[in-house]
């Protein structure tokens, strides 16, 4: 159990389209999701924490009118990269906290997202 | 912002060796965790340890926390070369779960 998928696995789009990414967890409800962005040998940095029904909360440099979050339901979180432009090239991982259980936090296999 | 250093950053061994990465971090956590990650993939949860525990093992992985030099560190004992992967400490300081992740330490077994 505690399986986390993402869509698309990849995608390529040109500069100034928009791009939406899903993360859904497929045997849980996922009171809390979270949206990951990781470059080219780097750590995950955190973008923003996702509770269902309410607002995300970003991460500090973060702009919330680019990466747009919806959490509509307990097992679905998407994230919208608005007016994408090169820079934003990079991986994308989504997290779903199963609360009731604990801590652990369980990670969907990530999008790579390329703007060219 | 990254509280987590790790080194080595990078580190390669021969099969059969021992592994050893550490963690260090700044501030006061619920729990520390390992995650390992193949190349461009998603991440795999490996150990959790409590702020009240010193030491977990699980299989091959032997992790310890010490919280008064706020590090930790994994132990990956006869080394394989599937174990080839960047290795990620990631704490918990706060009850929502929200995690910080270290910068990673790229290990490398040769066979």
């Known amino acids: 159990g505690a399986v986390v998928s993402q869509h698309p696995s990849w995608v390529i789009c040109k500069s100034g389209t928009s791009v939406k990414i899903e993360c859904r967890s497929l045997d849980f409800q996922a009171t809390t999701m979270f949206w990951y962005r990781q470059f080219p040998k780097q750590s995950l940095m955190l973008m923003a924490t996702s509770n269902e029904g309410s607002k995300a909360t970003y991460e500090q440099g973060v702009e919330k009118d680019k990466f747009l979050i919806n959490h509509a339901s307990l097992t679905l979180s998407t994230l919208t990269v608005t007016s994408a432009h090169p820079e934003d090239s990079s991986f994308y991982i989504c997290s779903a906290t199963r609360t009731s259980w604990g801590d652990e936090q369980f990670f969907g296999p990530g999008t790579r997202l390329t703007v060219l | 912002s990254q509280q987590g250093e790790e080194d080595p950053q990078a580190l390669s061994i021969q099969e059969g060796e021992n592994a050893t990465m550490n963690c260090s971090y700044k501030?006061?956590?619920?729990?520390l965790q390992w995650y390992r990650q193949n190349s461009g993939r998603g991440l795999v949860h490996l150990i959790l340890?409590?702020?009240?525990?010193r030491e977990k093992h699980s299989g091959r992985l032997r992790v310890t926390l010490d919280t008064s030099k706020k590090s930790s560190s994994l132990l990956i004992t006869a080394s394989r070369a599937a174990d080839t992967a960047s290795y990620f400490c990631?704490?918990?300081?706060?009850?929502?779960?929200?995690?910080?992740f270290g910068e990673g330490t790229q290990l490398t077994v040769n066979p």
């Open positions: 990631a704490t918990d300081e706060t009850s929502g779960s929200r995690l910080t």
């Open positions: 501030t006061s956590i619920n729990n």
């Open positions: 340890i409590r702020s009240n525990e």
